[in-house]
């Protein structure tokens, strides 16, 4: 891009024009708005006694979020049998109805591991338009119309940028940007593309080992001060959207595979069980709070809830700890396996095991499982909640769960 | 006014605008150009924008733009064929006869006359039980499968009624078809049972006949880039320092049925080792053609000298036609030269040192040499005739 390009891009941007306002309901990437998992403020009450409002079919596979922006909910899956066919699907939230189903070709490898899919990364929005990445590296932008904004497919122009155990990574909208992670042995990488154009802002050169973490969005002074957290095994990089420049970073390595939570400034990386980081204005590196090796997160990501941490271990042991110094509080078992991580609305947390089992537990001290129901399919996706319903699909089903 | 301004200029820079009156050729003509890395894109945008405002009359020209299209402008064109279509079927002006007659012409677009049958099935569901049972051989991979789907339907039915011999043939029929493996497995199994013999090293196109040498040092996995002999000259009668001493060429002949050349039974479990695997295939005439790649090893892959692919992702998983690579084959002998490495993990899980290739065409089918009979050049001097012969 032209430096006078970028400069236009940059007003736009300051101005407000291309992220819209988030909607209260809202729901437009993976673990949510500010990709922490929570709605602090709300309490979904028949969500919570988990009953289904409305399911949906889906066509092929798919372990992607829902998405959900206004009163549309967007779900990606890929169908046929070398997992090829690529499909967005726009569902009507107050009742399922199916309003429109893109499918497009993938034009990178599509090989996985069977448990997972081409469908595996969350799409994220802007308000007005779906950004859709699937694990063969086909990026397409549609409006909320379904009518397609511009499409790249990004083996194409990195032809090694590919996991034959298939890819999971969400794209993140931060400042403005479409931040794209795409990390895998043999070639890494990361992009910041133009949300308008499809146009690479920045491409910079990543850890070469498989990665499934997604990114995490860092708050600013002003959303457009915002900075992506991109995790890997070397560490959690903090980079400025815009422009691709590290900010600061955290070497200490992390996981692979449960992504960093953010909570008032703290940033909780899963590295060495959670380690917990801040930056200090004037600092040129963060501050290490605390670290804590009893934290050790299975799958799932760490989320902060009210006043405490929650971390799901790979038994299926809920640990309580404080986020101020990492020490755990309590513990409660539930029923795992579990592949996707936890939601939170007010003080009711959601599970759901790969069995299908939905959990609730509301945190009053202590955890306490309050509601289970069996939706009876295989669930690996992480839930969204919007409104007054919590949404989590299936490869099959796609249901609202409240309202 | 200041922001509406820039907003106004942005709009103008980023969105080239389209000429009102441009017509659909001239739309895909500029989706057409759109290229890598986001190259094209503000033409594009713009095109495809007034594009998908366009009404059902567009459909069959974009379709019949894909053929010939680069992949990423194919997905741009089928973005747009996608709206007009949908909003075409609310409106009840879908062309189903134009879209039939798109879906059975095999000179088009395979992906794209799949497209018009799904979209033609919306209006006429019946057109599966018109079409589908003539697509045995079909270019498309997606309407062989259905079609196979019914012959082996068909054939289990028999079977179940004890009529063995039509059952035998409408296996074998199913057989002909098939080219995924899951239905592949699903017709050998009775088949074989009706004691036909099955091969499947002929039926998927499996490379069965190597020379190897080996092992080179990947200690580190620094062989991935280093250029050994094998790399520069083909000759079957050398011998080079290897890892552990001085390695030469030797024959190795897969019995395995799905072509899996195991290199730690070859030679010998090294770690930490490179293998390269020389053989040729005899293309009757100059071709387009897929090499199709199973390995959980890193490799690289020559055609004819000219270096087609390298990845080096070690133990991350491997199947059946896990790399799809484009080749253009000359009439006569082609050499293929392989470079398996291993690396050095100790997990149970990473040991595996092997690979399988075949060569087909887009859809997945076989392509045969000139003599299938002497495929693969059964007498290993041949072999190092031909092999040597097209280094010279």
């Known amino acids: 891009m032209t430096r006078g390009y970028l400069s236009l891009a940059m007003a736009c941007i300051l101005s407000g024009s291309i992220v819209t306002p988030s909607h209260a309901a809202d729901w437009r990437q993976f673990r949510g708005n500010d990709a922490t998992g929570v709605v602090a403020d709300t309490e979904l009450v028949s969500a919570a006694d988990l009953t289904v409002a409305w399911k949906a079919p889906l066509e092929g596979r798919g372990l992607s979020s829902p998405i959900i922006v ?90 090694n940028a590919s996991n034959s155990l298939g890819m999971a990574q969400s794209p993140l909208i ?43 969005v860092l708050p600013g002074p002003t959303p457009a001060e915002d900075l992506v957290l991109l995790q890997s095994s070397a560490g959690l990089a903090a980079v400025d959207p815009l422009t691709g420049k590290v900010v600061w970073n955290y070497g200490n390595g992390a996981s692979t595979i449960p992504s960093s939570t953010v909570h008032q400034g703290t940033v909780y990386i899963p590295s060495n069980g959670i380690t917990a980081v801040k930056m200090s204005p004037g600092s040129a590196n963060p501050e290490v709070l605390w670290n804590e090796g009893k934290l050790g997160p299975g799958t799932a990501s760490p989320i902060v809830v009210g006043d405490q941490l929650l971390v799901l271990n790979r038994a299926g042991v809920l640990l309580g700890a404080n986020p101020e110094d990492g020490k755990i509080a309590w513990q409660k078992r539930l029923e795992g396996p579990f592949s996707s991580s936890p939601v939170a609305a007010g003080s009711h947390i ?7 089992l939905a959990q609730v537990v509301k945190l009053d001290g202590e955890g306490e499982i309050t509601k289970t129901s069996d939706l009876g399919e295989t669930i690996l996706c992480t839930p969204a909640i919007s409104g007054d319903g919590v949404y989590v699909r299936s490869d099959k089903t796609l249901w609202k769960i409240g309202g | 006014m200041r922001r509406w301004l820039c907003l106004f200029v942005t709009a103008m820079c980023l969105f080239p605008q389209v000429a009102p009156a441009a017509t659909p050729a001239e739309l895909l003509s500029q989706i057409r150009a759109v290229g890598p890395k986001g190259t094209g894109h503000a033409e594009a945008i713009a095109a ?27 997905n741009w064109m089928l973005g747009a064929f996608e709206t ?11 062309p189903a006869k134009d879209l039939e007659a798109f879906a059975v012409d095999v000179k088009q677009h395979p992906g ?26 079909d270019p498309s991979a997606e309407f062989r499968r259905d079609a196979v789907a019914r012959k082996l339907k068909e054939a289990e039915t028999l079977l179940a009624d004890e009529k063995t011999d039509a059952a035998k043939s409408a296996f074998e029929t199913a057989l002909s078809g098939a080219v995924d493996d899951d239905q592949v497995k699903a017709i050998i199994k009775p088949l074989r049972e009706l004691g036909v013999k099955v091969n499947l090293q002929e039926h998927f196109g499996f490379l069965a006949h190597w020379e190897l040498i080996g092992p080179f040092d990947n200690t580190d996995k620094q062989g991935f880039d280093v250029t050994y002999p094998p790399e520069q000259e083909l000759k079957f009668d050398a011998s080079y320092p290897g890892k552990m001493g001085e390695v030469k060429w030797t024959e190795f002949v897969t019995e395995e049925e ?36 199973g390995t959980p090893n890193a490799w690289k ?25 484009p080749v253009s084959l000359k009439a006569g002998a082609n050499s293929i030269l392989l470079k398996i490495c291993q690396n050095e993990q100790t997990e149970d899980w990473a040991q595996k040192w092997e690979y399988q290739i075949r060569v087909c065409d887009h859809a997945g089918a076989a392509i045969t040499e000139v003599d299938t009979q002497t495929s693969q050049l059964s007498v290993p001097g041949d072999l190092r005739l031909a092999l040597e012969g097209r280094n010279e």
């Open chain 2, 301 to 325: 892959l020559w055609v004819n000298g000219e270096l087609v692919f390298a990845r080096d992702e070690y133990h991350r998983g491997s199947q059946l036609d896990q790399y799809r690579v």
């Open chain 2, 84 to 94: 007009i279509a949908d909003r075409a079927l609310d409106e009840k002006t879908l």
């Open chain 2, 112 to 137: 794209a006359r799949r497209i018009a049958y799904e979209w033609l099935l919306k209006v006429d569901p019946t057109a599966a039980d018109r079409l589908i049972p003539g697509m045995l051989q």
């Open chain 2, 48 to 74: 495809v924008k007034a594009l998908s405002q366009a009404d059902a009359t567009a459909l069959l020209p974009i379709l019949q733009a894909i053929d010939g299209a680069s992949p990423l402008a194919a």
């Open chain 1, 174 to 216: 931060v400042a403005g940007t479409l931040v794209v992670q795409i990390e895998n042995d043999s070639q890494s990488l990361a992009l910041g593309i133009d949300p308008l154009t499809g146009e690479s802002r920045w491409t910079s050169d990543r850890p070469k080992r498989a990665n499934w973490t997604s990114p995490a």
């Open chain 1, 350 to 356: 959601y599970f759901f095991n790969e069995n299908g």
């Open chain 1, 70 to 159: 206004g009163d549309k909910v967007i779900v990606t899956s890929s169908s046929g049998y070398h997992q090829d066919r690529l499909h967005v699907a726009c569902f009507n939230a107050a009742d399922g109805e199916l309003l429109w189903d893109r499918q497009f070709w993938a034009t990178g490898r599509t090989m996985s591991h069977p448990k997972t899919c081409n469908a595996a990364p969350t799409p994220a929005s802007d308000g007005e338009r779906i950004y859709a990445l699937f694990s063969s590296d086909d990026l397409i932008c549609l409006n909320l119309q379904g009518e397609l904004q511009w499409y790249r497919g990004l083996m194409v122009d990195f032809p």
């Open chain 2, 258 to 293: 799905y072509g899996t050349v195991d290199l730690t039974k070859a030679l010998a479990p090294h770690k930490g080792a490179i293998t390269y695997a020389a053989t040729t295939f005899d293309s009757p005439k100059a071709q387009a053609v897929e090499l199709r790649l």
